[in-house]
């Protein structure tokens, strides 16, 4: 399976600023996804990392809110714009190797906005 | 929307067997179920999936039912360090789809 490095692994930010959250994976991975854990809940998918092509969005999230990008098969960003204090969530990377293959994910981003 | 039902909690005696029950009635033909588990503070890790037949891996054994609407994760031989929240998760969108969370179940293995 692919191993998964985020950074970073924590942050704290003051409401109205960005923060871009970057996921490496050491393989070519054909899928990529970005994960929203608020404090003591499931995880809520936010958008499907498309390489070449814009990402694909959950309802209720929007490229405004949080731009991706995919420059090739290994890597990923995600931006937090304009952050308020209801941002503060564990941001987590997934990524699939192929159709065969099972999801694995990183360990998180863990950010506080105050 | 997940497609699966769990119960919110579990407690599990250290060395005893856990067996983690799963609905997702509304599960298509083509649709593969999901475990994953998250330790505190860490990402989910994999555990094993199926679509049909019962499963079995180093980790834990997976069985479902014949009509598919429910399935039981097996942890044989429980550790304190199984205590951590299981995920039961249905994949949508087909191969190519994602993971759709639910809310798990907050297992504790006691001493």
Same mark, same amino acid.
């Given at each position: 399976?692919?191993?998964?490095?985020?950074?970073?692994?924590?942050?704290?930010?003051?409401?109205?600023?960005?923060?871009?959250?970057?996921?490496?994976?050491?393989?070519?991975?054909?899928?990529?996804?970005?994960?929203?854990?608020?404090?003591?809940?499931?995880?809520?998918?936010?958008?499907?990392?498309?390489?070449?092509?814009?990402?694909?969005?959950?309802?209720?999230?929007?490229?405004?809110?949080?731009?991706?990008?995919?420059?090739?098969?290994?890597?990923?960003?995600?931006?937090?714009?304009?952050?308020?204090?209801?941002?503060?969530?564990?941001?987590?990377?997934?990524?699939?190797?192929?159709?065969?293959?099972?999801?694995?994910?990183?360990?998180?981003?863990?950010?506080?906005?105050? | 929307?997940?497609?699966?039902?769990?119960?919110?909690?579990?407690?599990?005696?250290?060395?005893?067997?856990?067996?983690?029950?799963?609905?997702?009635?509304?599960?298509?033909?083509?649709? !593969?179920?999901?475990?994953? +588990?998250?330790?505190? #503070? =860490? $990402?989910?890790?994999?555990?094993?999936? /199926?679509? *049909?037949?019962?499963?079995?891996?180093?980790?834990?054994?997976?069985?479902?039912?014949?009509?598919?609407?429910?399935?039981?994760?097996?942890?044989?031989?429980?550790?304190?360090?199984?205590?951590?929240? !299981?995920?039961?998760?249905? +994949?949508?969108?087909? #191969? =190519? $789809?994602?993971?759709?969370?639910?809310? /798990?179940? *907050?297992?504790?293995?006691?001493?």
């Amino acid at each position: 399976s692919a191993v998964i490095s985020q950074k970073p692994s924590r942050d704290i930010c003051q409401r109205g600023t960005s923060l871009t959250i970057q996921c490496q994976v050491d393989s070519q991975v054909t899928m990529m996804f970005w994960y929203r854990q608020q404090p003591g809940q499931s995880l809520t998918l936010i958008a499907t990392a498309n390489q070449g092509s814009e990402a694909t969005y959950e309802s209720g999230f929007v490229i405004d809110k949080f731009p991706i990008s995919r420059p090739n098969l290994t890597f990923s960003t995600l931006t937090v714009s304009n952050m308020s204090p209801e941002d503060s969530s564990i941001y987590l990377c997934s990524a699939r190797l192929g159709l065969y293959y099972g999801y694995t994910f990183g360990s998180g981003t863990r950010l506080t906005v105050v | 929307d997940a497609k699966t039902t769990q119960p919110p909690s579990m407690d599990c005696a250290e060395g005893r067997a856990a067996n983690l029950p799963c609905n997702h009635s509304t599960i298509s033909g083509n649709e !593969y179920v999901y475990w994953y +588990r998250q330790i505190h #503070s =860490q $990402g989910p890790q994999y555990i094993i999936h /199926g679509l *049909k037949n019962n499963e079995t891996n180093e980790m834990a054994s997976l069985i479902i039912t014949e009509d598919r609407k429910s399935s039981t994760l097996i942890l044989p031989h429980a550790t304190l360090r199984d205590t951590a929240v !299981y995920y039961c998760i249905v +994949r949508v969108g087909g #191969s =190519q $789809g994602n993971l759709i969370f639910g809310k /798990g179940t *907050k297992l504790s293995v006691k001493p």
